[in-house]
T-cell receptor
């Protein structure tokens, strides 16, 4: 079965880089996602990476994928207080029919940014 | 930018009441989902739909029911609310999007409904 693991908490100082790590078990995963959830809100898609890529960069965000170790990371450069949120890693997992795939989510990493 | 809406955003209700949580999206997505998010942050899929007149149960057993009469609308109903139903409920929708040679199935989420049953 699929399983996605994340550490639950991360605390960084404003201006430092944050690195949020995730491991997954389904080696056939083709897409891996990072979502951000601010307090009281839904999940906001930050970025996704296709499994044939090692890295994807989008402004302050860098996603690194190590397929051999099934390890995904999200690096946030110059972390700001507005980055404080819960970050979810998700893998596209089992085919659920009718052209649809389910997502398997990690439990989320709560990032706290210290001013 | 996703256009997916949930109402109400917050609901406090007594035990035994019937409630319906609304979810609608204006993107024409075929697939829609309901997740329950517990206080420990973990997301659990409770229902999903491939399209009109299609509904499926998710990984987590739920006493709620859903319907999909229109593409844009996917309401979730609890016939008799109990304190154990207190949770955050998140609705999402997706459509296969071409990314290179393959299609993703990126899910876009609504803002959520925080339900408290007293």
């Amino acid at each position: 079965g699929e399983d996605v693991e994340q550490s639950l908490f991360l605390s960084v100082r404003e201006g430092d880089s944050s690195v949020i790590n995730c491991t997954y078990t389904d080696s056939s995963s083709t897409y891996l996602y990072w979502y951000k959830q601010e307090p009281g809100a839904g999940l906001q898609l930050l970025t996704y990476i296709f499994s044939n890529m090692d890295m994807k960069q989008d402004q302050r965000l860098t996603v690194l994928l190590n397929k051999k170790d099934k390890h995904l990371s999200l690096r946030i450069a110059d972390t700001q207080t507005g980055d404080s949120a819960i970050y979810f890693c998700a893998e596209r997992g089992a085919y659920s029919g009718a052209g649809s795939y389910q997502l398997t989510f990690g439990k989320g990493t709560k990032l706290s940014v210290i001013p | 930018e996703a256009d997916i809406y949930q109402t109400p955003r917050y609901l406090v209700i007594g035990t035994g009441k019937k409630i319906t949580l609304e979810c609608s999206q204006t993107m024409g997505h075929d697939k829609m989902y309901w997740y329950q998010q517990d206080p420990g942050m973990e997301l659990h899929l409770i229902h999903y739909s491939y399209g009109v007149n299609s509904t499926e149960k998710g990984d987590l057993s739920s006493e709620s029911t859903v319907s999909r009469i229109r593409t844009e609308h996917f309401p979730l109903t609890l016939e008799s609310a109990r304190p154990s139903h207190t949770s955050q409920y998140l609705c999402a929708s997706s459509e296969s999007e071409l990314a290179g040679l393959l299609r993703t199935d990126t899910q876009y989420f609504g803002p959520g409904t925080r339900l408290t049953v007293l």
